[in-house]
């Protein structure tokens, strides 16, 4: 079975640090790997992903993500936090073969600072 | 830009009550996902439809929960009859279903439900 863990709930950072949000993850196989973002009371909103290739995944407003087989971990990072990137990040595994089933983790939310 | 659209946006019920939620995928897409978020979780797969048919619903709660998606397009989810820990938010997600590999799910902007 496939899963996926956020060990922070919450991760604080000034404006204009760079940011780390740690994600780590379990599955048969080759993984699928995605992040998620999700502002309050809002639908999740795709951030980035990784399917095969350069294990450095650049997506949306700047955020980019590591894949590392050997840790198994896709962490995002962003290397100048934004006020506005305060939100609810979540990671989420899928396995390679069959229909695709994403498995979320907790989330972790990120409280970026004046 | 092409969203997914759900309504209502808030649902408040009571216990023992029906509810339905709506969902209509971004056009053209044909895997539609519902997915059931508790407050301070990450979101966990209801039922997943390939076109009208139902390829998972493994976690769906079968003697109060169907859902369906009769002509391959927009879907239902009903729950009925709705229980306090039911409260929840419901999102729905749309993919391509063209390539099983790695391909996005777009979500929908959800419905809160508070069951009292």
């Known amino acids: 079975a496939q899963s996926v863990a956020q060990p922070e709930d919450q991760v604080n950072v000034a404006e204009g640090n760079p940011l780390t949000v740690k994600c780590t993850y379990s599955?048969?196989?080759?993984?699928?790997l995605f992040w998620y973002v999700q502002y309050p009371n809002r639908g999740l909103q795709f951030l980035l992903k990784y399917i095969t290739g350069d294990n450095l995944v650049k997506g949306s407003y700047g955020f980019e993500a590591e894949f590392n087989k050997s840790q198994t971990s896709f962490h995002l990072k962003k290397p100048s936090a934004l006020v506005s990137d305060s939100a609810l990040y979540f990671c989420?595994?899928?396995?390679?073969?069959?229909?695709?089933?994403?498995?979320f983790g907790t989330g972790t939310r990120l409280l970026v600072s004046p | 830009e092409a969203e997914v659209a759900q309504s209502p946006r808030y649902k408040i019920t009571e216990k023992s009550q029906a509810v339905a939620f709506w969902c209509d995928p971004i056009s053209g897409h044909a895997t539609l996902y519902w997915y059931r978020q508790i407050l301070g979780q990450g979101p966990e797969l209801l039922v997943q439809f390939q076109d009208e048919s139902v390829v998972d619903d493994s976690q769906l709660p079968k003697d109060r929960f169907s859902a369906e998606r009769l002509k391959g397009v927009d879907s239902t989810l009903k729950i009925q009859p709705a229980e306090l820990g039911d409260s929840a938010m419901y999102l729905c997600a749309s993919a391509r279903g063209e390539d099983r590999r790695g391909e996005t799910q777009y979500f929908g902007p959800g419905t809160r439900l508070l069951v009292l």
């Open positions: 599955v048969s196989g080759n993984p699928y």
């Open positions: 989420a595994v899928s396995r390679n073969t069959g229909f695709q089933k994403l498995v």
